[in-house]
C-alpha cells in the first residue's frame, strides 16, 4: 500500500476546477425533491445506493437521486464497488494506493478492512495502471466528497475512509460468495456501500441492438439461436405498442433488470440479465451487493427503491446509441 491515485479522468470526464466541480454538483442535488418515497433526504438507514459512472454532463443529473438519498450520517467506512472495463478480471481485486485523489482533496483507503478481506485469499490486487485508467469507480468519488462535506463538514480528517472494489466476471455461486463476505458490513450501521453501474448499452459498439420484430425481440448485432433474446413479445407490446420505437424497447429490457433488482432475488436478477442479455456493466457488483443483501432478514429492509431512469439518447435508428442510467437506494 503507498501513494495516492490521481483522478484521471478529471478535467475531461468531469470538472477539475474545485469551485466548477462544486457548483455543478450543487446544481444536480438542487434539482432533486427535497422528499422521496414520503422521507426527507437523506433517507434515514439509505446506507445502500446504485448510481451510474459515465461523464457527469451525460449521468450526472441522473446520480444526484441516488446520493441526495443517501445516508451517511452514522457511517465510518464507504465501500465503493465497480466493474472493470480496462482489464478482464475474475472475481473481485482491490486497490494497491493508500489515497483516492478528487479535485477536492484526497480520500484516505481503509487499509485495514483492506487487509482484512485480503486475508480470505479471494481478492487480488488491482494492477496500478488499470487502477488509475478505469474510471467506474472514480467517478463516483467527487459525489462522496460533496455528502460528506455536507454531512460531516468540512474538515476532510473527519471522513470515513474508503474502500474501493472493483468486481469482475462470476458465476451466480461466486457472487453469492463474495456476497456472504462482505455480508457483516452491510448489516453493520456503520458502513455504506456505492454500487456502480450503467443500464443498457444500446449500439453497434456495444454489439447490443435489440429491436422487436414480428413478435421477438432480436439483436441485431447476435448470431444464430443467440440472436433471440429472452423476452416475452406480448410483454413487449402490452409495455410499448405493437410497433415500438427502439428507446421503447430499451425502456422495457431496463425495467425487467430493475424489476429483478426490485424483488431482492440475487438468482434472479443473474438469470434476467442472462436471459436478455441486457449490456448491464456493472451486473456483476450489483450482484454481490444482492448477495449480500440476502443476508439481512428484517422485513421491509434490504430491497431497492428505483428512483430516477434516464437514457442518454432516444434511440430511432440503428446506426445510433445510448446508454441508460439508473439511482437506487436500500434501507438496510
Not at 229 to 247: F, N, R, S, T
Not at 285 to 310: D, T
Request: proline residues 6%; hydrophobic residues 35%; contains cysteine.
Amino acid at each position: 500500500m503507498g501513494g495516492t491515485r490521481e483522478a484521471s479522468h478529471a478535467g475531461s470526464w468531469y470538472e477539475d476546477d474545485p469551485a466548477t466541480l462544486s457548483a455543478q454538483l450543487d446544481d444536480f442535488l438542487s434539482r432533486v425533491p427535497s422528499t422521496l418515497d414520503d422521507n426527507d433526504l437523506p433517507i434515514p438507514n439509505a446506507r445502500i445506493i446504485i448510481a451510474p459512472h459515465a461523464g457527469y454532463s451525460y449521468s450526472g443529473p441522473c446520480a444526484a437521486w441516488a446520493y441526495k438519498a443517501l445516508d451517511l450520517r452514522n457511517v465510518k467506512r464507504v465501500f465503493v464497488l465497480g466493474p472493470s472495463h480496462t482489464y478482464y478480471l475474475r472475481g473481485c481485486a482491490l486497490t494497491t494506493f493508500e489515497k483516492y485523489e478528487t479535485p477536492f482533496g484526497d480520500l484516505v483507503i481503509d487499509d485495514d478492512t483492506g487487509g482484512e478481506l485480503r486475508r480470505n485469499g479471494r481478492f487480488a490486487d488491482i494492477p496500478r495502471q488499470r487502477d488509475v485508467d478505469e474510471h467506474s469507480l472514480e467517478m463516483h468519488l467527487p459525489y462522496l466528497w460533496k455528502r460528506l462535506e455536507q454531512t460531516f463538514g468540512d474538515d476532510p480528517k473527519s471522513y470515513p475512509p474508503i474502500v474501493p472494489i472493483l468486481v469482475g466476471d462470476g458465476t451466480v455461486e461466486q457472487e453469492k460468495t463474495y456476497g456472504e463476505l462482505l455480508s457483516r458490513w452491510v448489516k453493520d450501521p456503520e458502513n455504506a456501500f456505492i454500487v456502480s453501474s450503467d443500464f443498457c448499452h444500446w449500439g453497434s459498439r456495444f454489439s447490443y441492438r435489440p429491436v422487436y420484430e414480428r413478435g421477438e425481440v432480436r439483436n441485431l448485432d447476435g448470431r444464430g439461436p443467440m440472436a433471440v433474446l429472452g423476452v416475452d413479445g406480448e410483454a413487449v407490446e402490452k409495455a410499448a405498442g405493437a410497433e415500438p420505437p427502439i428507446h421503447e424497447v430499451i425502456r422495457v429490457l431496463d425495467e425487467l433488470a430493475i424489476d429483478a433488482v426490485k424483488t431482492g432475488s440475487h438468482v434472479g436478477f443473474y438469470k434476467t440479465v442472462q436471459e436478455t442479455q441486457n449490456t448491464v456493466c456493472g451486473r456483476h457488483p450489483i450482484g454481490v451487493v444482492m448477495a449480500a443483501l440476502e443476508h439481512v432478514k428484517e422485513e421491509g429492509k434490504g430491497k431497492f427503491n428505483f428512483v430516477q431512469y434516464q437514457r442518454s439518447n432516444l434511440v430511432k435508428k440503428s446506426n445510433d446509441f445510448s446508454v441508460s442510467y439508473v439511482s437506487a437506494y436500500a434501507i438496510v
